[in-house]
Nanobody, 125 residues
Framework: VQLQASGGGLTHAGDSLRLSCAASARPFNTYTIGWFRQAPGKEREFVAA????????YYADSVKGRFTISRDNAKNTVYLQMNNVRPEDTAVYYCAADNRIIASAIRYAYQYDYWGQGTLVTVSS
């Protein structure tokens, strides 16, 4: 399974940005897709995830109400819409996939077997 994250860049606080994660996983709708991020000097942390079922309601508290994750199974792509970004959202954002994750484990990076290369998001104040 190959994952390609894109859409990162330099933006300003309060702006919006949309990240995309294109996956080669087949069939795509059998994979849970998660977004994680890692800021300089910090551990990788969970951001949001969509289950295979299409349930996309898993969010970190720090992004809830500002970020929206969605998936388009016809395009084998998962999106992360980032609104009202903050300087503390600055990080490398990674998408990850796995087809065996249960809902209670969806926030744990070690549960995902497949990872993309990451896309850098920089938010200036």
């Amino acid at each position: 399974v190959q994952l390609q994250a894109s859409g990162g860049g330099l933006t300003h606080a309060g702006d919006s940005l949309r990240l995309s994660c294109a996956a080669s996983a087949r069939p795509f709708n059998t994979y849970t897709i998660g977004w994680f991020r890692q800021a300089p000097g910090k551990e990788r942390e969970f951001v949001a995830a969509c289950k295979q079922s299409g349930t996309c309601t898993y969010y970190a508290d720090s992004v809830k109400g500002r970020f929206t994750i969605s998936r388009d199974n016809a395009k084998n792509t998962v999106y992360l819409q980032m609104n009202n970004v903050r300087p503390e959202d600055t990080a490398v954002y990674y998408c990850a996939a796995d087809n065996r994750i249960i809902a209670s484990a969806i926030r744990y990076a070690y549960q995902y077997d497949y990872w993309g290369q990451g896309t850098l998001v920089t938010v200036s104040s």
